[in-house]
Each structure stands twice: as structure tokens, then as C-alpha cells.
């Protein structure tokens, strides 16, 4: 069985930079198809697709909260209509992405369902996939969508084309093989591990590894910003490098590849270094999800910590601090750092 002979195929796909990442072979496996493959996406996403060639074209959508009054989405929605695909998929469960597909004036309007879908944003569509083993890595998971639609290929992998920047505009410190530290979690400031941890951690590095520059990165919020300036005055040591300003996916991209090792929290970061096979160290809260999201493989690390939170439904932790994960500690963080960092960022 083959994928329907579809020419032009929207993919609603409104999600952030870990969510678009695990989109990627998806999106090129339909591409391989002979297919014209455009996204209707987020800012961010439409960062990490500029690097993705299979990819013809972005319809960013706004994202944040408060949401956009639904008014402003209505010229977007009468181009969408105007380019007549043959296909809307969703492989993300979300009502957002429902409604996306639903209205997108395509043929075939086919999502991925939840079990917790509002019966208005289901209305719409021509075939519903039912939610199926979360237990695959987020990108099997969705591979596995298209498979139930009768794709048959193999997985095509990332193949990110990262810009290979003039005048070192993109670069990282001179010294190679460095690490890079992502000490921020945009989706929630639960997924953070303390400060004074991060810093704990890196003089016990140095200890073992003394020539290692660390370089860390933000998304440039007033929140993050603060964060990584804090940071770096507990740790007062000029090998450590920040970036507090926003890091722009494809110079993100550009510094992971040309790093030893990503160390950081359940957070795109932690995702788009994966996809670009770095080796990475990774803390996350124990869920439900975790098995879809953690990395996998010999050379990730992934420390975790039971939540009673997650698993309570009721936030038990004083302000933004995360006591679950603060009982993970610097000690074991440092040992999976130098179980995993390349030979040559030891010395």
C-alpha cells in the first residue's frame, strides 16, 4: 500500500523548536514521495524548516498567549483555501492543529486524535488516526502516522543544510571541542535545574577537564538573560562563554554541530543537538512522555528524577523551582559529562 497521489500536501505542524524537529523526517519522507510539502507553522519552526530543502514553504502562524483574537487568522486561511491542496495532515493531536487541517479547503483532511480533541475540531476532517504507542521516539511516532496512511519508506533521517557562516559572525570559541549548556527550559521554568547546581557542576568539570571553554546559550528573554548572567557570576571563570542575546536556530544549529558535547534540560535544544548527532547529558522530570522525548542511543545520558507533580496533578514546588529535579545531583552530572565528552575535550 502507497501514500494517495497526492501533489501538494499541507502538514499543520504548530509547534516549537523541539516539536518541528521531530517533524523533519517526516516532512522529507513526504517530500520523497514527489510531493510539494509546505508547513503551517510557528516562528521558530519556520526557523529550523529554512534548514530543511524538502520543505517549499512556511505559513507562519502566530503562537503565544494570549492567543491572537481568531479574526486576525482569517486572511491566512483564505490563501491557505486559495492554494488547493490535495492534502492536510497533522500528525500533533492538538485542537489548534485540528482546526488547522479542518478549515485548510484541501481535499483530504486527516489528523492525528488524542482522545481529548473537542468534537468542533474534529468536525471537519475526512479520516481521524487514533493516538498510537507513545513509547516510540516523537519522530517514530510520527513516521508511524504516515505509515497508517500507507507510506512504506524509510526514515530519511534530518539532513539539516546549516549555513556555514562568513567572518565567523556564527561562531563559538576557538577551542574545539567545546560543550554547549543550555541552563534555560522555555516551556516551563519546572523543567530548570538550580543555578547555583549549574555552577557546582562546571567547577567540578574543570577540575577534570581544565582546558574545556563551555558555551551557553538563551533565547534572549528578559527571564533567560538573567539566568545566564547570574550564572555566570556564581562561576566567575572566563571559560565559561555566554550568549545571553536570542540565539537565531540556524547559529544555534551552527554552534551544536561544532561542539563535543550538548548538556542542558528537556528543551528543543536538547533535540535539535540530538537530531544533529551530538552526544549530549541531558535532566529531565519523570512523565508520561519522557520515553517519547528522552534522547536514546549510547551516546545520550539522560538523568531523571521523579515528579510528584507531574504524576499528582498538583504543583507542590514553592515559586518556579523544580525540588524534583534539584534533588538530582552535580556529582552524577559530572560523571555522565566526562563519561560522554570526546577524548580530546579532556585534556
Known sequence: MALPGWKKILVVDLGFLGDTVHSVPALRALASTGAQVDVMTTAVGAEVLAMVAEVRRTWVTPLR????????????LAALRGEK????LSWTGSDRNLYGVGWSGARDRIARITGKNS????????????????????????????????????????????????????????????????????????????????????RQIWKQAPQLEILAT????EREAARLADLAALTGDARLKIFAERCPVARLAFLLKNSGLHLGLD?????????????TVSLFRESPGLPGWAPRGNQHHVLRHDCPCIQTGRNSCDGSRALCLSKILPGDVVRAVLAALPATGKG
Open 218 to 221: 538563551g533565547a534572549g528573554s
Open 267 to 279: 528543551s528543543g535544544v536538547l533535540h535539535l543537538a540530538a537530531a544533529l548527532g551530538k552526544p
Open 119 to 202: 468534537w468542533p475540531a474534529r468536525w471537519r476532517l475526512t479520516r481521524a488516526i487514533e493516538d498510537k504507542d507513545r513509547s516510540l521516539p516523537v519522530f517514530q511516532q510520527r513516521l508511524a502516522f504516515l505509515r497508517e496512511l500507507g507510506w512504506s519508506g524509510t526514515d530519511p533521517g534530518w539532513g539539516f543544510q546549516i549555513p556555514d557562516p562568513a567572518g565567523g559572525d556564527l561562531g563559538g570559541p576557538a577551542k574545539k571541542p567545546y560543550l554547549h549548556l543550555s541552563v534555560n527550559a522555555a516551556s516551563t521554568p519546572l523543567n530548570e535545574w538550580p543555578l547555583d547546581d549549574w555552577a557546582e557542576t562546571l
Open 85 to 88: 491542496y490535495d492534502a492536510a
Open 65 to 76: 498567549k494570549p492567543s491572537p483574537p481568531w479574526w486576525q487568522g482569517l486572511a491566512q
